[in-house]
Protein backbone atom coordinates (compact mmCIF):
# COMPACT_ATOMS: atom_id res chain seq x y z
CA UNK A 1 0.00 0.00 0.00
CA UNK A 2 1.02 3.64 -0.54
CA UNK A 3 0.33 6.60 1.22
CA UNK A 4 -1.85 7.83 -2.34
CA UNK A 5 -4.30 4.60 -1.44
CA UNK A 6 -6.06 7.09 1.00
CA UNK A 7 -8.91 8.02 -1.46
CA UNK A 8 -9.29 11.55 0.74
CA UNK A 9 -5.97 12.93 -0.76
CA UNK A 10 -6.49 15.41 -3.33
CA UNK A 11 -4.93 15.24 -7.14
CA UNK A 12 -1.48 17.32 -6.31
CA UNK A 13 -0.95 15.11 -2.94
CA UNK A 14 -1.45 11.90 -5.47
CA UNK A 15 0.93 12.66 -7.91
CA UNK A 16 3.75 13.00 -5.30
CA UNK A 17 2.81 10.04 -3.48
CA UNK A 18 1.65 7.50 -5.65
CA UNK A 19 3.48 4.49 -6.39
CA UNK A 20 5.91 5.11 -3.31
CA UNK A 21 5.83 1.88 -1.04
CA UNK A 22 7.87 0.84 1.08
CA UNK A 23 8.95 -2.30 -0.25
CA UNK A 24 9.81 -0.92 -3.71
CA UNK A 25 12.16 1.59 -2.40
CA UNK A 26 13.66 0.63 0.94
CA UNK A 27 15.10 -2.28 2.73
CA UNK A 28 15.31 -3.17 6.04
CA UNK A 29 18.96 -4.62 5.37
CA UNK A 30 20.29 -1.12 3.98
CA UNK A 31 18.69 -0.04 7.16
CA UNK A 32 16.68 2.78 5.33
CA UNK A 33 15.37 3.84 1.69
CA UNK A 34 15.28 6.05 -1.39
CA UNK A 35 13.07 8.30 -2.50
CA UNK A 36 12.08 6.91 -5.78
CA UNK A 37 11.90 3.29 -6.95
CA UNK A 38 16.06 2.32 -8.02
CA UNK A 39 16.16 1.52 -11.62
CA UNK A 40 15.50 -2.26 -11.82
CA UNK A 41 17.07 -3.98 -14.95
CA UNK A 42 15.68 -7.60 -15.44
CA UNK A 43 15.37 -10.36 -17.87
CA UNK A 44 16.03 -13.39 -15.43
CA UNK A 45 14.76 -13.61 -12.28
CA UNK A 46 16.37 -16.03 -9.41
CA UNK A 47 14.09 -18.52 -7.12
CA UNK A 48 15.47 -19.34 -3.84
CA UNK A 49 14.79 -23.37 -4.70
CA UNK A 50 12.30 -25.36 -6.18
CA UNK A 51 9.57 -24.63 -3.61
CA UNK A 52 9.93 -20.83 -4.32
CA UNK A 53 9.61 -21.30 -7.91
CA UNK A 54 6.54 -23.34 -7.50
CA UNK A 55 4.91 -21.07 -5.27
CA UNK A 56 5.31 -18.65 -7.92
CA UNK A 57 4.46 -20.32 -10.95
CA UNK A 58 1.25 -18.33 -10.88
CA UNK A 59 2.52 -14.94 -10.33
CA UNK A 60 0.65 -12.17 -9.60
CA UNK A 61 1.31 -8.88 -11.27
CA UNK A 62 3.44 -7.28 -8.34
CA UNK A 63 5.84 -9.89 -7.74
CA UNK A 64 9.22 -10.94 -9.40
CA UNK A 65 8.01 -13.74 -12.09
CA UNK A 66 10.27 -12.82 -15.35
CA UNK A 67 11.60 -9.38 -16.72
CA UNK A 68 8.70 -9.05 -19.53
CA UNK A 69 5.82 -8.90 -16.04
CA UNK A 70 7.94 -5.62 -15.29
CA UNK A 71 9.85 -4.89 -12.02
CA UNK A 72 9.66 -2.40 -9.25
CA UNK A 73 10.48 0.55 -11.31
CA UNK A 74 7.88 -0.73 -13.60
CA UNK A 75 4.75 -1.45 -10.56
CA UNK A 76 5.96 1.67 -9.08
CA UNK A 77 4.67 3.92 -12.45
CA UNK A 78 1.79 1.83 -13.20
CA UNK A 79 0.55 2.02 -9.54
CA UNK A 80 1.41 5.89 -9.31
CA UNK A 81 -1.20 6.13 -12.89
CA UNK A 82 -3.64 4.27 -10.78
CA UNK A 83 -3.70 6.48 -8.09
CA UNK A 84 -4.24 9.38 -10.68
CA UNK A 85 -7.32 7.62 -11.51
CA UNK A 86 -10.46 7.39 -9.26
CA UNK A 87 -12.15 4.38 -9.53
CA UNK A 88 -9.65 2.41 -11.38
CA UNK A 89 -8.25 -1.23 -10.33
CA UNK A 90 -4.81 -0.66 -12.10
CA UNK A 91 -2.79 0.46 -14.93
CA UNK A 92 -0.83 -1.29 -18.21
CA UNK A 93 2.28 0.08 -19.85
CA UNK A 94 3.34 0.03 -23.19
CA UNK A 95 6.11 1.23 -25.51
CA UNK A 96 3.79 3.73 -26.75
CA UNK A 97 1.23 5.68 -26.67
CA UNK A 98 0.14 3.57 -30.07
CA UNK A 99 0.82 0.26 -28.27
CA UNK A 100 -1.54 0.81 -26.11
CA UNK A 101 -4.45 2.29 -27.86
CA UNK A 102 -4.00 -1.08 -30.24
CA UNK A 103 -3.43 -3.56 -27.60
CA UNK A 104 -6.95 -2.03 -25.93
CA UNK A 105 -9.18 -2.21 -29.38
CA UNK A 106 -7.25 -6.06 -29.84
CA UNK A 107 -8.00 -6.97 -26.43
CA UNK A 108 -12.00 -6.11 -26.29
CA UNK A 109 -12.85 -6.75 -29.58
CA UNK A 110 -13.59 -9.76 -31.61
CA UNK A 111 -14.31 -11.04 -35.02
CA UNK A 112 -17.89 -9.84 -36.28
CA UNK A 113 -17.91 -7.18 -33.31
CA UNK A 114 -18.53 -3.91 -34.26
CA UNK A 115 -16.32 -0.86 -32.64
CA UNK A 116 -18.10 2.84 -33.02
CA UNK A 117 -14.63 5.17 -33.24
CA UNK A 118 -14.56 8.96 -32.79
CA UNK A 119 -14.04 11.10 -35.95
CA UNK A 120 -11.71 13.34 -34.60
CA UNK A 121 -9.03 10.57 -33.74
CA UNK A 122 -5.22 10.72 -33.33
CA UNK A 123 -4.73 9.84 -36.93
CA UNK A 124 -2.42 6.69 -36.39
CA UNK A 125 -5.43 4.87 -34.48
CA UNK A 126 -7.38 5.21 -37.32
CA UNK A 127 -4.72 3.48 -39.06
CA UNK A 128 -4.79 0.51 -36.86
CA UNK A 129 -9.03 0.31 -37.10
CA UNK A 130 -8.97 0.21 -41.15
CA UNK A 131 -5.62 -1.81 -40.90
CA UNK A 132 -5.19 -4.54 -38.39
CA UNK A 133 -8.72 -4.47 -37.23
CA UNK A 134 -10.40 -4.67 -40.06
CA UNK A 135 -8.47 -7.36 -41.03
CA UNK A 136 -9.27 -9.06 -38.08
CA UNK A 137 -13.10 -8.87 -38.80
CA UNK A 138 -14.17 -5.81 -36.57
CA UNK A 139 -16.63 -3.48 -38.33
CA UNK A 140 -15.97 -0.10 -37.88
CA UNK A 141 -18.31 3.10 -37.91
CA UNK A 142 -16.93 6.46 -37.21
CA UNK A 143 -18.97 8.90 -35.42
CA UNK A 144 -19.48 12.64 -35.42
CA UNK A 145 -17.39 14.02 -32.08
CA UNK A 146 -20.42 16.11 -31.01
CA UNK A 147 -22.65 13.35 -31.66
CA UNK A 148 -23.25 12.93 -27.93
CA UNK A 149 -26.46 11.00 -26.67
CA UNK A 150 -27.30 11.05 -30.10
CA UNK A 151 -24.39 7.66 -30.48
CA UNK A 152 -27.64 5.69 -28.74
CA UNK A 153 -28.90 5.64 -32.80
CA UNK A 154 -25.59 3.87 -33.89
CA UNK A 155 -25.07 0.99 -31.59
CA UNK A 156 -26.48 -2.37 -32.92
CA UNK A 157 -26.29 -5.76 -30.91
CA UNK A 158 -22.68 -6.28 -32.23
CA UNK A 159 -21.48 -3.05 -30.43
CA UNK A 160 -19.05 -3.70 -28.18
CA UNK A 161 -16.93 -1.01 -27.90
CA UNK A 162 -17.08 3.13 -28.13
CA UNK A 163 -14.10 5.15 -28.47
CA UNK A 164 -13.47 8.59 -27.58
CA UNK A 165 -10.98 10.75 -27.58
CA UNK A 166 -11.78 14.58 -26.08
CA UNK A 167 -10.82 17.22 -27.39
CA UNK A 168 -10.23 15.62 -31.09
CA UNK A 169 -6.79 15.41 -32.07
CA UNK A 170 -6.04 18.09 -34.80
CA UNK A 171 -9.78 19.60 -34.56
CA UNK A 172 -10.24 19.65 -30.69
CA UNK A 173 -14.35 19.19 -30.35
CA UNK A 174 -14.92 18.77 -26.48
CA UNK A 175 -17.14 15.51 -26.54
CA UNK A 176 -20.19 15.04 -24.56
CA UNK A 177 -18.62 11.81 -22.33
CA UNK A 178 -20.71 11.81 -19.53
CA UNK A 179 -23.90 11.75 -22.01
CA UNK A 180 -21.67 8.71 -23.88
CA UNK A 181 -20.73 6.62 -21.17
CA UNK A 182 -23.92 7.07 -19.84
CA UNK A 183 -25.89 5.63 -23.34
CA UNK A 184 -22.98 3.17 -23.46
CA UNK A 185 -23.71 1.57 -19.71
CA UNK A 186 -27.26 1.61 -20.25
CA UNK A 187 -26.80 -0.60 -23.92
CA UNK A 188 -24.00 -2.79 -22.15
CA UNK A 189 -21.84 -1.36 -24.23
CA UNK A 190 -17.70 -0.54 -22.64
CA UNK A 191 -15.86 2.46 -24.08
CA UNK A 192 -12.61 3.55 -23.98
CA UNK A 193 -11.11 7.44 -23.99
CA UNK A 194 -7.22 8.70 -25.41
CA UNK A 195 -6.87 10.72 -22.20
CA UNK A 196 -3.64 12.52 -23.67
CA UNK A 197 -4.88 16.09 -23.70
CA UNK A 198 -6.07 16.45 -20.28
CA UNK A 199 -4.62 13.62 -18.58
CA UNK A 200 -6.66 12.39 -14.92
CA UNK A 201 -5.41 15.69 -13.47
CA UNK A 202 -8.19 17.73 -15.82
CA UNK A 203 -10.51 15.35 -16.38
CA UNK A 204 -10.38 12.25 -14.25
CA UNK A 205 -11.91 10.03 -17.42
CA UNK A 206 -13.41 6.73 -14.83
CA UNK A 207 -15.13 9.25 -12.61
CA UNK A 208 -17.25 9.91 -15.81
CA UNK A 209 -18.08 6.67 -16.39
CA UNK A 210 -15.38 5.58 -19.29
CA UNK A 211 -13.95 2.28 -18.22
CA UNK A 212 -10.62 2.15 -20.18
CA UNK A 213 -8.45 5.30 -19.61
CA UNK A 214 -5.51 5.41 -22.48
CA UNK A 215 -2.82 7.99 -22.33
CA UNK A 216 0.18 8.61 -24.88
CA UNK A 217 2.87 9.26 -21.56
CA UNK A 218 5.00 10.43 -24.22
CA UNK A 219 3.33 13.83 -23.89
CA UNK A 220 2.56 15.74 -20.86
CA UNK A 221 3.50 12.55 -18.23
CA UNK A 222 6.92 12.47 -19.43
CA UNK A 223 7.08 16.00 -20.49
CA UNK A 224 10.70 16.48 -21.03
CA UNK A 225 10.45 14.87 -24.75
CA UNK A 226 12.76 12.34 -24.08
CA UNK A 227 10.95 9.17 -23.37
CA UNK A 228 7.90 6.93 -25.62
CA UNK A 229 5.28 5.15 -23.74
CA UNK A 230 1.73 4.36 -23.49
CA UNK A 231 -0.62 3.31 -20.51
CA UNK A 232 -3.91 1.91 -20.35
CA UNK A 233 -5.65 2.31 -16.82
CA UNK A 234 -9.21 0.27 -16.45
CA UNK A 235 -11.63 -0.62 -14.16
CA UNK A 236 -12.05 -3.77 -12.00
CA UNK A 237 -14.24 -5.57 -14.47
CA UNK A 238 -12.27 -4.62 -17.87
CA UNK A 239 -8.76 -4.78 -16.46
CA UNK A 240 -7.95 -8.55 -15.71
CA UNK A 241 -8.90 -8.38 -19.88
CA UNK A 242 -6.32 -5.99 -20.71
CA UNK A 243 -3.50 -7.68 -18.41
CA UNK A 244 -4.34 -11.40 -19.89
CA UNK A 245 -3.89 -9.76 -23.51
CA UNK A 246 -0.92 -7.45 -22.74
CA UNK A 247 0.92 -10.84 -21.71
CA UNK A 248 0.03 -12.40 -24.65
CA UNK A 249 1.46 -9.89 -26.99
CA UNK A 250 4.27 -9.89 -24.87
CA UNK A 251 4.09 -6.05 -24.40
CA UNK A 252 6.96 -4.37 -22.23
CA UNK A 253 8.53 -1.42 -20.97
CA UNK A 254 12.21 -0.86 -19.99
CA UNK A 255 12.26 0.50 -16.48
CA UNK A 256 14.87 3.02 -17.80
CA UNK A 257 12.15 4.90 -19.57
CA UNK A 258 9.78 4.48 -16.47
CA UNK A 259 12.05 6.11 -13.92
CA UNK A 260 12.29 8.95 -16.93
CA UNK A 261 7.87 8.53 -17.32
CA UNK A 262 7.96 8.61 -13.35
CA UNK A 263 10.23 11.53 -12.75
CA UNK A 264 7.90 13.43 -15.15
CA UNK A 265 4.53 12.56 -13.35
CA UNK A 266 6.08 14.10 -10.20
CA UNK A 267 6.02 17.60 -11.49
CA UNK A 268 3.17 17.53 -14.00
CA UNK A 269 0.72 19.52 -11.94
CA UNK A 270 2.96 22.73 -11.77
CA UNK A 271 3.54 21.96 -15.82
CA UNK A 272 0.22 21.62 -16.48
CA UNK A 273 -1.03 24.36 -15.08
CA UNK A 274 1.42 26.51 -16.47
CA UNK A 275 1.28 24.70 -20.23
CA UNK A 276 -2.33 25.72 -19.67
CA UNK A 277 -1.99 29.40 -18.35
CA UNK A 278 0.89 30.46 -21.38
CA UNK A 279 -1.15 28.61 -24.10
CA UNK A 280 -4.75 30.41 -22.65
CA UNK A 281 -2.23 34.02 -23.37
CA UNK A 282 -1.07 33.01 -26.59
CA UNK A 283 -4.19 31.78 -27.51
CA UNK A 284 -6.13 34.84 -26.79
CA UNK A 285 -3.52 37.29 -28.32
CA UNK A 286 -4.20 34.78 -31.70
CA UNK A 287 -8.01 35.52 -31.35
CA UNK A 288 -7.49 38.87 -31.38
CA UNK A 289 -5.72 39.06 -34.96
CA UNK A 290 -7.46 39.94 -38.25
CA UNK A 291 -5.38 37.35 -39.91
CA UNK A 292 -6.42 34.48 -37.93
CA UNK A 293 -9.86 32.36 -38.71
CA UNK A 294 -10.57 30.73 -36.06
CA UNK A 295 -8.69 29.32 -32.92
CA UNK A 296 -9.52 25.86 -31.63
CA UNK A 297 -8.68 26.25 -27.61
CA UNK A 298 -11.80 25.01 -25.86
CA UNK A 299 -10.75 27.03 -22.99
CA UNK A 300 -11.80 29.99 -24.47
CA UNK A 301 -15.31 31.09 -23.95
CA UNK A 302 -16.20 31.56 -27.90
CA UNK A 303 -15.10 27.95 -28.83
CA UNK A 304 -17.97 25.51 -29.42
CA UNK A 305 -16.71 23.07 -26.75
CA UNK A 306 -16.35 25.35 -24.19
CA UNK A 307 -19.69 24.67 -22.29
CA UNK A 308 -18.86 21.41 -21.93
CA UNK A 309 -15.63 21.42 -21.22
CA UNK A 310 -16.38 24.47 -18.44
CA UNK A 311 -18.66 21.53 -17.14
CA UNK A 312 -16.68 18.36 -16.86
CA UNK A 313 -12.79 19.60 -17.16
CA UNK A 314 -10.63 21.17 -14.34
CA UNK A 315 -8.76 22.99 -16.22
CA UNK A 316 -6.45 23.17 -19.69
CA UNK A 317 -3.77 22.11 -21.01
CA UNK A 318 -1.26 23.67 -23.68
CA UNK A 319 -2.27 22.07 -27.20
CA UNK A 320 -4.82 23.37 -29.19
CA UNK A 321 -5.01 24.92 -33.17
CA UNK A 322 -5.61 27.97 -35.16
CA UNK A 323 -6.59 28.84 -38.98
CA UNK A 324 -4.46 31.19 -40.88
CA UNK A 325 -7.51 33.23 -42.54
CA UNK A 326 -7.06 33.62 -46.16
CA UNK A 327 -3.57 31.82 -46.53
CA UNK A 328 -2.69 28.76 -48.37
CA UNK A 329 -0.35 25.72 -47.58
CA UNK A 330 2.91 27.84 -48.78
CA UNK A 331 1.71 31.24 -46.70
CA UNK A 332 0.91 28.55 -44.16
CA UNK A 333 4.77 27.36 -45.02
CA UNK A 334 6.52 30.66 -44.56
CA UNK A 335 4.70 31.10 -41.60
CA UNK A 336 6.34 28.19 -39.55
CA UNK A 337 9.91 28.41 -41.10
CA UNK A 338 9.81 32.04 -39.85
CA UNK A 339 9.14 31.03 -36.46
CA UNK A 340 12.86 30.46 -34.05
CA UNK A 341 11.82 29.54 -30.93
CA UNK A 342 8.95 27.06 -32.12
CA UNK A 343 10.57 23.31 -32.64
CA UNK A 344 8.93 21.85 -36.10
CA UNK A 345 8.34 18.44 -35.36
CA UNK A 346 5.49 15.78 -33.91
CA UNK A 347 4.25 14.92 -30.50
CA UNK A 348 3.89 17.34 -27.99
CA UNK A 349 3.45 18.08 -23.96
CA UNK A 350 7.38 18.23 -24.04
CA UNK A 351 8.66 21.44 -21.69
CA UNK A 352 9.46 23.02 -25.27
CA UNK A 353 7.33 24.63 -27.71
CA UNK A 354 6.62 22.84 -31.30
CA UNK A 355 4.46 23.79 -34.18
CA UNK A 356 2.98 21.40 -36.92
CA UNK A 357 0.77 21.91 -39.81
CA UNK A 358 -2.14 19.91 -39.45
CA UNK A 359 -4.49 18.70 -42.09
CA UNK A 360 -7.57 16.69 -40.46
CA UNK A 361 -8.73 13.38 -42.41
CA UNK A 362 -12.36 12.98 -41.68
CA UNK A 363 -14.91 10.34 -43.02
CA UNK A 364 -18.24 10.83 -41.21
CA UNK A 365 -18.46 15.07 -40.54
CA UNK A 366 -16.16 16.66 -43.30
CA UNK A 367 -13.78 19.25 -41.98
CA UNK A 368 -14.78 21.98 -43.92
CA UNK A 369 -12.87 25.33 -43.14
CA UNK A 370 -10.82 26.23 -46.52
CA UNK A 371 -7.81 28.19 -44.18
CA UNK A 372 -5.00 26.03 -43.63
CA UNK A 373 -4.75 24.54 -39.71
CA UNK A 374 -1.46 25.10 -37.64
CA UNK A 375 -0.74 23.19 -34.24
CA UNK A 376 1.01 24.76 -31.40
CA UNK A 377 1.81 22.74 -28.15
CA UNK A 378 2.76 25.59 -25.80
CA UNK A 379 5.75 25.15 -23.80
CA UNK A 380 7.24 26.49 -20.48
CA UNK A 381 9.01 29.68 -22.25
CA UNK A 382 8.25 33.16 -21.36
CA UNK A 383 4.77 33.92 -23.45
CA UNK A 384 5.68 37.19 -24.31
CA UNK A 385 8.81 35.41 -26.32
CA UNK A 386 6.47 33.11 -27.97
CA UNK A 387 4.12 35.94 -28.78
CA UNK A 388 6.98 37.81 -30.62
CA UNK A 389 7.97 34.80 -32.35
CA UNK A 390 4.75 34.30 -33.61
CA UNK A 391 4.71 37.91 -34.63
CA UNK A 392 7.80 37.10 -36.56
CA UNK A 393 5.84 34.13 -38.14
CA UNK A 394 3.15 36.68 -39.49
CA UNK A 395 5.22 39.44 -40.80
CA UNK A 396 6.69 36.39 -43.28
CA UNK A 397 3.31 35.62 -44.51
C1 LIG B 1 0.88 11.15 -29.64
C2 LIG B 1 -0.49 10.62 -29.43
C3 LIG B 1 -0.72 9.25 -29.33
C4 LIG B 1 0.35 8.24 -29.56
O1 LIG B 1 1.36 8.28 -28.62
P1 LIG B 1 2.86 7.80 -28.94
O2 LIG B 1 3.42 7.67 -27.58
O3 LIG B 1 3.49 8.84 -29.79
O4 LIG B 1 2.74 6.48 -29.65
C5 LIG B 1 -2.00 8.83 -29.07
N1 LIG B 1 -3.01 9.71 -28.94
C6 LIG B 1 -2.83 11.03 -29.03
C7 LIG B 1 -3.99 11.94 -28.85
C8 LIG B 1 -1.57 11.53 -29.30
O5 LIG B 1 -1.39 12.84 -29.46
Redesign the pocket.
Known amino acids: MSKSDDENLRPATRLVQGGRRPEWTGDPRLGGSVVNPPVWRASTILYDNMADLAARGHATHDKLYYGRRGTPTVWALADALTDMEPGAAGTLLYP????A?SAGLLALLAPGDRLLMVDSA?E??RAFCNGLLARYGVVITYYDPLIGAGIADLITPQTKLIFL?SPG?LTFEVQDIPAITQVARDRGVLTML?N??ATPLLFPALAHGVDVAMM????YVGGHSDA???SLTATKAVWPRLRGAAYQLGQAVSPDDCAFVLRGLRTLDVRMARHGENGLTVAKWLAARADVGRVLHPALPGDRGHAIWSRDFAGTSGLFGFTLKGADAAARARFIDALTLFGIGF??GGYESLVVPSDPIRTATPWSDPDPLVRLSIGLEDPADLIADLTRGFAAI
Open positions: SGVANYPTESDTWSLTKMMGSW
